[in-house]
């Protein structure tokens, strides 16, 4: 399906305008006795609600993640971005399914979550993280991938691709993607969706026609375009719809 991103109907923009105001702050998540500086924010109320892990692209926790993470809250979502750069640029898939794992834990502390509806969305690298561990980690209800790596494995830091783990998948994922994407040619991602559809999979695929690989961003804030908007619109929609 090809999403033509020349207008947003005033439903989807005023809904994001409309969020509670939320303010996060920094957090230490720890994971095989190291502290990840990570970032987490949640809506005021107490009461049990969803929450997310989101994992950040390779350039690092950016402001415009905090800021999405703060956006997220106000939409409703416990938000929780781990910092999986702290202490190495490029961990093992071990290391990071690992500190996943803890931040679940993490949130399994607070009296504020839903343990029971948890979701995860990753961009860039966090994109390829989120098709390769949401088939692995059952306790995710349902996942957002943004501009993911389908194919990308085949190392001893990351010794298998996403693709080897469609016929465990079980959550249901939104896929979001530009056309103009270089890294992760819009290609690939296609015969990824073909796959999926012929395991008979649940999965939404979202294609943003001249998007580039990181629209999302623009210079390390949250780019103030039509497609970073409408994209943002559809995961807390679908999170909305699966975290129940």
Known sequence: MLKRTLTVSAF??????????????????????????????????????????????????????????????????????LGWQTFEKEPSDDTVRALIEDGVKFLGARKDVNMNALGLTGFCAGGRYTMLLLPQLKQFKAGVAWYG???QGGTAAKPQAPTAFIDQLSAPML?????????????????????????????KLSV?????HGFLLKDSLIA????????????????REWLK
């Open 175 to 203: 896929i979001l993607h530009g056309t103009k994407d270089q890294p992760s040619p819009i290609a690939s991602i296609y015969a990824y969706a073909q796959k999926l559809d012929a395991a008979n999979k649940n999965f």
């Open 208 to 212: 943003y026609q001249g998007e580039p």
């Open 12 to 81: 989807l923009l005023s809904s994001l305008a409309a969020a509670q105001a939320v303010k996060g702050g920094d957090v230490v998540v720890t994971s095989f006795g190291k502290d990840y500086k990570s970032y987490l924010s949640a809506p005021a109320s107490a009461t049990p609600k969803p929450a997310v892990i989101l994992i950040h692209s390779f350039n690092g926790l950016e402001q415009g993640y905090k800021d999405l993470v703060d956006e997220m809250a106000g939409a409703g979502f416990v938000t929780l971005a």
């Open 224 to 239: 103030d375009t039509v497609a970073s908007r409408s994209a943002r619109q559809e995961m807390v929609n679908y999170f």
């Open 149 to 151: 790596f389908p194919d």
